[in-house]
């Protein structure tokens, strides 16, 4: 089923983390983790919480990437299934990218560049 509802700023923020996680850019990812979504004027509280979440999440990842913090390979990935339902694309119809071959190629560069 299609949503057609527009695209909060938290769930445009999350979509665009995971495309740079989908691909292995981690150039574009830690980019995409220092920038926080914008918070406009009148948003509710409920999309107040979401942007929180994502920017909770973004910093998990991040510190994760600089091996700061002694998070499992399982903690990030239940952090991008998160991401992946504050983005409104948790079927695999909606993430192309994010195909087995991709999905283990990208796991193995960014425990590489954690290292």
Not at 20 to 30: F, I
């Amino acid at each position: 089923m299609n949503d057609t509802r527009p695209l909060t700023a938290s769930e445009r923020c999350a979509r665009s983390l995971l495309a740079a996680w989908n691909r292995g850019d981690l150039a574009t990812l830690q980019t995409r983790l220092e920038m926080a979504p914008p918070a406009d004027p009148g948003v509710t509280s409920s999309e107040i919480e979401r942007i929180e979440l994502v920017q909770e999440i973004a910093a998990t990842i991040r510190l994760w990437l600089q091996g700061i913090r002694r998070k499992s390979t399982t903690d990030v990935e239940a952090s991008v299934r998160l991401l992946r339902h504050l983005a409104r694309c948790e079927d695999a119809e909606d993430l192309p990218e994010a195909s087995p071959t991709r999905a283990a190629a990208r796991s193995e560069m960014l425990v590489f560049a954690r290292n």
